[in-house]
């Protein structure tokens, strides 16, 4: 890798008068040589463009599609089924704000929204005051049961019958290492 020379270049100072700054140049990197992976710079990013773009084209169909079913936001519907996976249907509040990726100012808002549509409620922690409880109510619970068995169809219809049975597999374990190594990064 080659170093290139400092550029100096004039700025104006707050005062009015003219002085150089020193901008550094990186070293250049060849795009289009692959690496030790086997794989280009181009290539790298461009597959990787491919994943958001991908995603972010099919989160938008998908929440879509369950608005126009279940007038419900894709976050509800995030925020019902991971109660619904999890035992006694409830979760402590801050926990829940972060498995769907909500602050907990912004998490608070959508479950006032949730609680006044009657989809889920607050309760108080047994063993400790501090700690909040979201958990389904009994109209929650069926709303989601319902909206899995149409969003399930859905995902078979425009994901699995598109990309077949191997490669829906290999995407999800693919994503599941991601979110995986991202967690244990973000908790080092």
């Known amino acids: 890798m080659a170093s290139r020379t400092p550029k100096t270049k004039p700025v104006e100072a707050l005062s009015g008068e003219t ?7 990186l070293p250049t990197r060849q795009p289009t040589i692959p690496h030790g992976d086997g794989f280009t710079d181009d290539e790298v990013i461009t597959m990787w463009g491919l994943v ?19 007038a419900m936001p894709g976050s509800w519907f995030e925020v019902m089924l991971r109660l619904h996976r999890t035992p006694e249907h409830r979760l402590p509040m801050t ?7 909500f602050s907990s100012g912004g998490f608070t808002k959508l479950a006032d929204r949730m609680e006044s549509a009657l989809l889920l409620e607050r309760c108080a922690c047994p063993n ?12 929650g619970t069926s709303m989601i049961v319902d909206a899995m068995a149409q969003h399930a169809e859905w995902l078979r219809t425009n994901v699995v019958a598109h990309l077949g049975l ?10 599941r290492s ?7 990064t973000d908790n080092a």
């Open 166 to 175: 191997d490669n829906t597999r290999a995407l999800s374990e693919a994503m």
């Open 178 to 184: 991601l979110r995986d190594r991202s967690r244990r």
């Open 128 to 139: 400790d005051r501090r700690v909040t409880w979201i958990a389904l109510t009994d109209r």
């Open 19 to 25: 002085r150089p700054i020193t901008t550094p140049e």
């Open 95 to 101: 926990q829940l704000a972060s498995e769907v990726s």
């Open 52 to 70: 958001v773009e991908g995603y972010t084209a099919m989160n938008s169909r998908i929440t879509a599609h369950l608005d126009e079913i279940f």
